[in-house]
Nanobody
Framework: EVQLVESGGGLVQVGGSLRLSCATSGFPFDDYTIGWFRQSPGKEREAVSCIKNNDDSVYYVDSVQGRFTISSDNAKNTTYLQMSSLRPDDTAVYYC??????????????????WGQGTQVTVSS
């Protein structure tokens, strides 16, 4: 059974930091691309970052470049999203997702076949 379980969300003040975790099982983690997406009320789901575990390539949306860092611990089948200098517009439910084939476009959510249940991140001003 494939599982992706996000954790680490919460309430943080502007400028603060959080580290999200995506613990996975049921698929060959080393061969998969793991993406982080977010969605806030009334907005479309947005790609935030991804890491290709087979070559450690990483990608970020412009709005988080330099503030967020994605990484994977292949021994733990877990991907992390370290978020710093958080802003109110980072408030959203954050989801991790897994793609078996390297996405043609890393931000295309339809290319990810497995999804977690999400974790809420709230940045207060």
């Amino acid at each position: 059974e494939v599982q992706l379980v996000e954790s680490g969300g919460g309430l943080v003040q502007v400028g603060g930091s959080l580290r999200l975790s995506c613990a996975t099982s049921g698929f060959p983690f080393d061969d998969y691309t793991i993406g982080w997406f977010r969605q806030s009320p009334g907005k479309e789901r947005e790609a935030v970052s991804c890491i290709k575990n087979n070559d450690d390539s990483v990608y970020y949306v412009d709005s988080v470049q330099g503030r967020f860092t994605i990484s994977s611990d292949n021994a733990k089948n877990t991907t992390y999203l370290q978020m710093s200098s958080l802003r109110p517009d980072d408030t959203a439910v954050y989801y991790c997702a897994a793609a078996g084939a390297p996405p043609w476009g890393w931000a295309n959510d339809f290319e990810y076949e497995y999804w977690g249940q999400g974790t809420q991140v709230t940045v207060s001003s």
